[in-house]
């Protein structure tokens, strides 16, 4: 993602904390012919960020962070199919995630998939939405 412009995980998502996701969350991965083609994360807790960026949003049941898909898989499906995949797990309850600004693709992918915008706020340095999928 970084080769295509994509820097915002730039030391926000080394390897340490990586290793805290794998701990802490939910961590699925698509795999084809033995190779990780995507990853998405889903926990009970926001981001650390959360509480600074919007400290008045009613608190979600689930979060999901770190979806990618390798960019030789791109535009295949694989995130819709990420997304889909967490949706059912919730089952019936709320989820939040966010997303830079700045990157109109994900955004329109994100409301496309039924997430509304409820807030917008400065989060690691970047213009950031909140993203909620409401299941009730």
Known sequence: MYQQGM???LGVYDEQ????????KTVYILKQDSQVSGCVA???KPADYYVDCWPDVPKADFYLTQLAVHP???QSGY???LLQHCLKLINGRTLQLD???HYPELLAFYRKAGF???AEGI???????LFEYDNL
């Open 123 to 129: 989060g690691l340095g970047d213009r950031r939405f």
């Open 72 to 74: 030789q898989h791109q």
């Open 116 to 118: 509304s915008q409820i």
């Open 42 to 44: 889903l926990g009970i």
């Open 99 to 101: 997303a830079v600004a």
């Open 17 to 24: 904390s990586v290793r805290e996701n794998l701990l802490q």
């Open 7 to 9: 820097t915002h995980w």
């Open 79 to 81: 995130g819709r199919l």
